[in-house]
């Protein structure tokens, strides 16, 4: 199908269109004599036995049925909706943590991702932060533009970095790093965080990462989906978001499967969130060092994954000389090694 043929014609025009089709394959010999004739019949039962129906909602649902049988992820959007989605933000929420822990949740990848996560990750650098957490649970967007300039944090002598290729497999799209991206000079651990919901953009970026030195991927395997969607506009008021193109990765290709975490950690689907333990009752004044210990640790318990996470980056702050480093014999937080 020709995607590019959608902005000329409206969604009334479209939906005649998808009837005129499944009319064609039936009369071609697609349906079987003595079966119902879908869309066409539905409407013709509905005219003759004199049941009322709103048009407006039923061709809605007639083209919302189409897209969703191509691809389970398109939505058909208002154009407020789309409006909405054109000025996502994409970083939902930024925390610094004790022990020089950095966390960054995101909303997805959209058009500003490049410039204020390439800032926030260099200025930790240079502050000597032991790590940052980007968490990509939930989280989708669909900027290549700012997935590209964040590759180049952490992909170095690989300019390939994928391909966008259509329905019969012909190249649409190749990008490769560009020699003007900014390139992260020394060693900031970064820690990103999955789920099962991490799609789209994010799920490239973790592909992308995935297997890079001073990047670690926890979580669950992310969706597997290898469709890049694009926003078609049907009328003045309706806009199709569809996937149009296919994702192919330079190295492994998440299709199906989705991206593998380095450490495999399930969430805590429980109604109620963990709760860090009360503490114990001590006659000495509690430490500073105790203090942030705690702090830490009340962020982090309810959620097993930043938990794990946590743990890894102090691990590699106690024995590795990133951020303001410790001794091999400092304690872990958590009380595990």
């Not at 509905?46 to 709103?54: A, E, N, S």
């Not at 789309?82 to 058009?111: A, F």
């Not at 969706?223 to 926003?231: K, L, P, V």
């Not at 299709?255 to 009752?281: C, M, S, Y």
Request: aromatic letters at 6%.
């Amino acid at each position: 199908m020709d995607y590019r043929m959608f902005p000329r014609i409206g969604i009334t025009r479209f939906v005649l269109l998808l009837i005129s089709a499944a009319m064609m394959f039936c009369r071609c010999g697609f349906c079987q004599d003595d079966g119902p004739q879908p869309i066409e019949d539905v409407y013709k039962i509905l005219l003759d036995r004199h049941i009322p129906f709103d048009l407006e909602k039923t061709r809605r649902a007639t083209v919302e049925g189409l897209i969703k049988a191509v691809d389970p992820e398109s939505m058909l959007l208002t154009a407020e909706q789309y409006h909405d989605l054109l000025m996502e933000k994409s970083v939902e929420k930024v925390e610094e943590w004790p022990e020089d822990i950095c966390y960054v949740k995101m909303r997805g990848i959209y058009r500003d991702a490049a410039d204020e996560i390439i800032e926030r990750i260099k200025k930790y650098k240079d502050a000597g932060k032991a790590g940052v957490v980007l968490d990509l649970r939930d989280a989708s967007g669909q900027s290549l533009a700012s997935l590209d300039r964040l590759a180049a944090l952490y992909v170095a002598g690989d300019p390939l970095l994928y391909q966008l290729k259509d329905g019969r497999g012909d190249i649409l799209e190749t990008h490769r790093l560009k020699l003007d991206s900014p390139v992260l000079g020394g060693n900031m651990p970064l820690v990103l965080l999955v789920n099962e919901k991490t799609r789209e953009a994010s799920e490239m970026l973790a592909a992308l990462f995935k297997n890079r030195p001073g990047v670690f991927i926890v979580g669950s395997p992310t969706s597997g989906d290898a469709g890049y969607r694009e926003n078609v506009k049907l009328s003045q008021d309706e806009i199709l978001r569809i996937a149009t193109k296919r994702v192919v990765m330079n190295d492994a290709q998440y299709e199906g499967v989705g991206v593998q975490p380095d450490i495999v950690v399930a969430e805590d689907t429980g109604k109620e969130k963990r709760k860090l333990p009360a503490k114990g009752i001590s006659m000495k004044p509690e430490s500073e060092k105790a203090r942030f210990d705690r702090e830490l640790m009340e962020k982090v318990y309810p959620d097993p994954v930043l938990l794990r996470t946590t743990d890894i980056l102090l691990a590699m702050k106690a024995t590795v000389s990133y951020g303001n480093k410790t001794t091999p014999d400092s304690p872990s937080p958590t009380g595990r090694r």
